[in-house]
């Protein structure tokens, strides 16, 4: 998506350590115009997939994940990182490890909110080592639910999560992929 692209040269900047801070427009300051506009852009990638449910990680892939549940007219279901008192009753988990924190932490859904007749689509904010789409694979599967794909609105394909998820047979699409990213060079968008 070349607004994406556009917008993360514009207004992203590349940290030490290969972290992206897009905190201004996608994630921690949110641009609602912008964001319904990529909400769009996944419908169309995925009209066709019988898309009943769209499932995000908390905290930062719940703005896309509504967006792109509105435009889709199905419920968002998102996991939570940590197990709430409020959460009673049989529940879907996964382990997964944070690369961004540097921490590993259990992804709790309800077996109330998706199930067998279940066609889910996985959204979220960034992919880079593929480990929370992992978890939330994990998570669909263990309630035997059909899982349409996978996007994110920023894929950083030097990480190879993605590409591994793709080898595996998973549909993966990323709004702005991103080839390199460097604190000294800036960073480059695949082709």
Do not use: W
Request: glycine share 8%; proline share 1%; net charge negative.
């Amino acid at each position: 998506m070349k607004a994406l692209e556009e917008k993360i040269k514009a207004e992203g900047r590349v940290l030490k350590g290969n972290i992206l801070d897009v905190g201004g427009f996608l994630n921690q300051l949110i641009d609602p115009a912008f964001t319904i506009e990529m909400a769009e852009e996944v419908k169309r990638l995925f009209a066709k997939s019988g898309v009943t449910k769209i499932l995000t990680m908390e905290s930062s892939g719940i703005a896309i994940g509504f967006a792109v549940a509105a435009v889709f007219n199905v419920p968002l279901v998102f996991a939570k990182k940590r197990k709430a008192l409020n959460q009673d009753g049989k529940m879907l988990t996964a382990s997964v490890h944070s690369y961004t924190h540097n921490s590993d932490y259990t992804a709790t859904v309800s077996a109330d909110y998706i199930n067998e007749n279940d066609t889910v689509l996985i959204v979220d904010d960034f992919l880079a080592n593929g480990e929370a789409m992992r978890g939330l694979i994990k998570i669909i599967r263990s309630a035997d639910a059909d899982l349409a794909g996978c996007v994110v609105q920023i894929e950083k394909g030097f990480q190879h999560g993605g590409d591994k998820l793709r080898a595996e047979g998973i549909r993966v699409e990323a709004l702005a992929l991103i080839d390199s990213m460097s604190y000294e060079e800036g960073l480059k968008f695949r082709n």
